[in-house]
């Protein structure tokens, strides 16, 4: 049979029109398809893809290929050996099947990578792997609260934050979370509601765009709706499933942007019944978060990042953390072309790719500038803290303030040691037990982010 690499496109592009885009991208974007015979091998990554293929979207599948066909295709699901292949490859001809090999197969082409190097590098986007901070606490915690039904009167929430804070990685969580508790979820972006509609009216099935979207969804969550912006119809459609879902008793999320006021394009009454969400806003990403950011994700990479390599990627990169990751990427893909070890040089090598700043564009500080603004928050003394007491009361500000003198000054642990009366092995101790402390306890690293506040404006050029 006849079948091309636009083929498989023309039937992934009817695919995204039927299943949810968190379930196109997950399962959908990973197979690969072969013309075997009179029909079509369908290859997925692992058991685990195969099943939920076989068990929500083969006849979707099925549906969707007879449509690009012109017929019905048998089609076969499998699962795929670990190689580079994921493009279609037509079947090789009858008459060439019959005829002798007169020559060994050409060896396998090199390994490609088929998705950029930050996708790998990126854990689950599950609420077990969201970074807490002062920044995002409040929308993660209300995330939680929605999907677990944890709050009654908190049965729409809208997140709203900057590009590249968090929003999708919560979206996407709540999906996940609400599935492993038996709910069905549907994860859309406005644009895909948007285009699914249109579709629906096209081709005059709007009964089963309304299923989707009403019948069979326990709780909504919709991406960038400012995208809704000047479709009047979309809107209509939008603000009557919205309003069905909460007479039902189901919840829903929105992100965007933009407050729900700001977004004056839209419809007043979809704008009114976004701004009746609860509203959790995300800020800008502190040192400490982007800190636990870069080692969570080089970790969850198999990655190795020194010290003074993280340090230098904290300080340098302060926009999104889209862009942070991006950074992370450039540099790990640069140590694997050039077969380097991950180091400082390398690290501002991979900087300079990306445009940003170099770490000297702020200045260090002294030990004792460290050490007088920790004896003030905790309500201490310089004396104690250099002291032998192992009360709570003065080992924690102790540590931290180590810590701290570690990523704001230019002194050795030597050093640091010596300020506290202290030897090397001590201060490197304490440093690993507040970078472990503070991934366990939120008092501990909510104190640690006023410090990191404090000090970076310290740093500021006045």
């Known amino acids: 049979m006849t079948f091309s690499p636009e083929v498989w496109d023309g039937v992934v592009r009817r695919l995204r029109l039927e299943v949810p885009e968190f379930d196109c991208e997950a399962f959908i974007d990973t197979l690969s398809v072969e013309a075997r015979g009179d029909g079509l091998r369908i290859s997925c990554p692992s ?50 099947s019959v005829q002798p090999a007169a020559a060994p197969p050409p060896a396998p082409a090199p390994r490609v990578a088929t ?22 606490s409040l929308a993660r915690e209300a995330s939680l609260a929605v999907v677990r039904d944890e709050e009654p009167l ?82 209509l459609e939008f603000f009557h499933t919205v309003q069905h879902l909460r007479d039902a008793g189901r919840r829903t999320v929105f992100t965007g942007t933009r407050l729900p006021q700001s977004l004056t394009a839209l419809d007043p009454s979809v704008r009114s019944q976004l701004a009746d969400s609860y509203v959790a806003t995300m800020g800008t990403p502190d040192a400490q978060v982007r800190r636990d950011i870069l080692r969570a994700t080089a970790s969850a990479g198999g990655v190795r990042l020194p010290d003074e390599s993280l340090d230098l990627l904290v300080e340098s990169v302060r926009g999104s953390l889209r862009d942070l990751v991006s950074v992370l990427g450039q540099l790990v893909a640069t140590a694997s072309l050039s077969k380097k ?42 004396e104690e803290m250099s002291g032998k007491s192992r009360r709570k009361q003065v080992l924690v500000p102790r540590q931290l303030a180590m810590y701290l003198c570690r990523r704001y000054t230019d002194a050795s642990l030597a050093d640091i040691g010596r300020a506290f009366g202290r030897d090397h092995p001590s201060v490197r101790n304490a440093i690993t037990k507040i970078e472990r ?5 939120a008092p501990l690293r909510y104190q640690l982010e006023a410090l990191v506040e404090q000090l970076d404006r310290a740093r500021e050029p006045s």
């Open 47 to 96: 058991t685990f893809h195969r099943d939920r293929i076989r068990s929500h979207y083969l006849g979707t599948l099925r549906d969707c290929v007879a449509k690009e066909m012109g017929g019905s295709v048998d089609l076969e699901l499998s699962v795929r050996e670990p190689t580079h292949a994921v493009r279609v490859r037509p079947a090789p001809s009858r008459q060439a």
């Open 115 to 136: 998705r950029p190097i930050q996708r790998s590098l990126l854990p689950a986007q599950t609420f077990d792997s969201f970074i807490v901070g002062q920044c995002n």
């Open 154 to 235: 908190l049965s729409q929430l809208y997140l709203c934050a900057a590009p590249g804070l968090g929003k999708t990685h919560l979206a996407r969580a709540i999906c996940s979370e609400a599935r492993a508790n038996g709910k069905r979820p549907v994860y859309v972006s406005a644009e895909s509601f948007t285009n699914e509609f249109l579709a629906s009216l096209r081709s005059r099935q709007t009964a089963l765009f309304k299923r989707k979207f009403r019948q069979d969804c326990d709780l909504l969550v919709v991406e960038d709706v400012a995208f809704l912006e000047g479709k009047q119809s979309t809107q």
């Open 341 to 382: 070890p991950i180091d400082r040089a390398l690290t501002e090598e991979a900087l300079a790719m990306q445009g940003a700043d170099k770490l000297g564009s702020l200045p260090q500080l002294e030990i004792t500038d460290v050490v007088q603004l920790v004896v003030h928050s905790f309500k201490t003394s310089q």
């Open 437 to 441: 402390a503070i991934l366990e306890k």
